[in-house]
């Protein structure tokens, strides 16, 4: 199958992916051949939006619960080169590039150095502008980045597709009554959990079993309609369950 032809079937599993959980499988599905493992996707933020709603902009979310975490608590969306440039340039980039063109001062380099701390040292950026001009993104990040120019371009059209479909999830899920409830344990246990606390740590944190927490983290998953514990926190971030 040529290059053509797997951008075509790509597109058309994303546009048949539904939830946000499907969608960020689908195209880390394809990102991953090229070293691109770590997907974060949404609104980019006024400067200044508190720490508390800036989680509310997120709308596809594969990053390391711990470094999603550390993100917002350090505010670095306003510090971050590679949104900085994004905003400049609003056209697809690699995000050494970001680090070649911006000024860098210590809040930036604290950014890019605490990324490389959880494997993400080279990514890709692609922005979106809506019609009434909100600036949307998706970033993927990786270790060791390698693809061709024209494997750029399909991991671009791709995203786009990727972003256009989370946006349709996220406006349709604003408009339904949200039933989903997930109990105190469950919460707590999505908490650790998103600070890097495995089942055992969590059990002994809680004193409960380990098969008990690794249950309520199992049930918290379902509920929220997420394929990975990573993707659990990341939605229970963005719903407002944990902080």
């Known amino acids: 199958m040529g290059l053509f032809d797997r951008t075509l079937e790509y597109i058309d599993q994303l546009q048949n992916a539904g939830t946000a959980a499907a969608v960020c499988e689908r195209l880390l599905g394809v990102t991953s051949n090229f070293g691109l493992t770590a ?24 990053w390391p619960g711990e470094w ?44 890019m150095g605490d990324a490389r701390q959880f494997k993400l040292r080279d990514g890709l950026a692609f922005p979106l502008v809506t019609l009434d001009g909100q600036i949307v993104m998706v970033s993927l990040g990786g270790e060791s980045v390698e ?37 105190a344990r469950e919460r707590e246990c999505l908490q650790w959990a998103a600070v890097g606390k495995s089942e055992w740590e969590i059990s002994q944190i809680l004193g409960i079993s380990e098969h008990t927490s690794e249950k309520h983290l199992l049930n918290a ?9 990573v993707q659990a926190v990341a939605e229970a971030i963005r719903r407002g369950y944990i902080s």
């Open 68 to 111: 999603l975490e550390r993100y917002v608590a350090r505010n670095y969306v306003d510090h971050d080169p590679v949104v900085s440039h994004m905003k400049q340039l609003q056209a697809p980039f690699q995000w050494r590039d970001a680090s070649k063109n911006a000024v860098i001062d210590k809040s930036s380099d604290e950014v």
């Open 221 to 229: 998953k379902s509920k929220l309609g997420a394929a990975n514990r």
């Open 147 to 183: 693809l061709s120019d024209a494997e750029f371009g399909m991991v671009s059209l791709a995203s786009t597709y990727a972003i256009g479909r989370a946006m349709q999830l996220h406006t349709k899920a604003d408009n339904v009554v949200d039933h989903i409830e997930l109990t």
């Open 39 to 62: 997907l974060m996707a949404g609104t980019v933020p006024q400067p200044g939006t508190p720490r508390g709603r800036q989680k509310q902009h997120v709308m596809l979310c594969d």
